[in-house]
């Protein structure tokens, strides 16, 4: 197969397995002159936070930063709403020139007066980093003025690409879930939820079946999630990560800093599922909650196994093209595609890190091109080399799909769906089906032979 790239410096971020070298670069700087599929390192803060229901999410910069978050996930709460709103300090031309940090604590005012609120995140954009504004200065003056906690989030462009941006916000994380009393400290048998961010509800679907199994999820990071509950993250005894990518920096400070032990789970596909809520069941070490588990997995397959296999039978021979933010979703989403006979012809991600790719190599068929921090016209190309069927992406590739008359299926925020556990890939399954077998394919391409 023929790696031309448009940009040669590209080509240590992409390789064929059994071609050509197992490891790829990654976790780098995306090389100028690429349309990098990438977020920016605020939105990369913004969406890790962005859940907590009842936080003032304040964004630092021109008004189209903030426009370009609003609302960003498809988050759900069992509580307030606030998170859903947008604010910003819009800052124009004279601010740039003279400083915005006056304006700035003028809308923390206007917020804390209007709100009430217990939490205000100060999101740092990439004009703040220019002109250097003292986020922190501004927002210990605002704590103390009102008794709240005010948080800066250093999440300016320069300091890195999206993976940064997740550091910011667990930096962000860690301030906020301080425990006044360090006695607390790993004292329930409970555990935390990182990486979730009920979005369609997926954190309450994951929560329900650790209730059934006797385990009491002490607080979900971020999905649904309060600033009184985050507050009581240091008291659960293990934590598990379901997107890596964003949170497995905040389970290694935990770790380090209050002992608490982690694990990474991963609740899509039926093998991943039942595996984590095993691993999960296994650490908490309880022979009645073991005993639960197996119970809890045998009543979920019953149900949801025959119509896997269903769709199985009307999908196998599709070729599939991933390109999704995290490495552990993409190593869940070869499984899973397995299990609907559905081979990953092309795979990458924006921020794998080296640990993850070498599993995705390891799992990936011989000549499945993998690829980090891909662009458009490599996306484009991949995908129409290798003949996929369809694409999992997020809004970003969404055209890239159709303009290429490939199928697509949003893995992303602004999902309406559940693709978490049982449930959840059942939902996956017939999102599957249903693009790549829609009937509006046979009018756009040329001998389509159609599904079943
Ligand atoms: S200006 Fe910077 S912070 Fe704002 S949306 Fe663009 S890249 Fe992100």
Redesign the pocket.
């Known amino acids: 197969m023929s790696q031309t790239l448009a940009i040669n410096e590209r080509q240590d971020f992409i390789t064929t397995k059994g071609r050509q070298k197992a490891h790829l670069k990654c976790d780098a700087d995306s090389i100028a002159g690429c349309v990098s599929q990438r977020a920016?390192?605020?939105?990369g803060a913004r969406v890790v936070l962005n859940p907590i229901t009842d936080a003032i999410h304040l964004v630092h910069?021109?008004i189209?930063?903030s426009a370009?978050?609003w609302d960003i996930r498809g988050s759900l709460t069992s509580g307030e709403e606030l998170f859903r709103n947008s604010f910003s300090t819009d800052l124009k031309e004279q601010d740039v020139i003279f400083g915005g940090e006056k304006k700035l604590s003028a809308a923390i005012d206007k917020l804390a007066i209007k709100y009430n609120p217990k939490l205000i995140f100060i999101y740092s954009?990439?004009?703040v980093g220019v002109i250097g504004d003292d986020l922190e200065a501004v927002a210990k003056a605002a704590a103390k003025r009102y008794g709240i906690q005010v948080i800066p989030v250093q999440?300016?462009?320069f300091i890195g690409n999206k993976s940064a941006g997740y550091r910011a916000a667990c930096d962000a994380l860690f301030r906020l879930i301080e425990p006044a009393d360090r006695t607390m400290v790993g004292k329930d048998k409970s555990i935390n939820y990182l990486g979730d961010f009920n979005l369609a509800g997926e954190a309450w679907i994951i929560r329900d079946y650790f209730r059934q199994m006797g385990v009491t999820v002490n607080v979900v990071l971020t999905g649904d999630a309060s600033s009184a509950d985050l507050k009581k993250a240091t008291r659960a005894s293990l934590n598990i990560i379901q997107c890596a990518g964003s949170m497995h920096y905040l389970a290694g400070r935990m770790e380090e800093t209050y002992g608490i032990p982690f694990m990474q789970v991963s609740f899509l596909g039926l093998h991943d599922t039942a595996d984590s809520l095993r691993r999960v069941a296994a650490a908490i070490g309880d022979k009645e909650v073991l005993a639960r588990t197996e119970a809890l997995i045998d009543r979920e397959l019953a149900v949801t196994a025959p119509v896997i296999e269903d769709y199985r039978r009307k999908l196998a021979g599709k070729k599939a093209a991933v390109y999704v933010g995290g490495g552990f979703k993409a190593i869940s989403l070869i499984k899973q595609f397995r299990e609907l006979g559905i081979e990953v012809v092309m795979i990458g991600t924006q921020t794998g890190r080296q640990e993850e790719y070498d599993t995705i190599h390891e799992l990936a068929s011989d000549g499945t091109v993998i690829l980090d921090d891909a662009n458009p016209s490599e996306l484009e190309k991949f995908m129409t080399e290798q003949q996929a069927d369809l694409l999992v992406g997020g809004v970003k590739e969404r055209p890239l799909a159709y303009k290429l008359g490939k199928a697509f299926i949003d893995h992303n925020h602004d999902r309406k769906h559940p693709l978490s556990g049982y449930v959840g890939a059942i939902n996956f399954a017939k999102e599957v089906y249903s693009t790549v077998c829609s009937p509006v394919w046979k009018y756009v391409r040329s001998g389509d032979e159609g599904c079943e």
């Open positions: 920016c390192v605020y939105c910069g021109p189209g930063c370009y978050t954009t990439c004009i999440s300016s462009g």
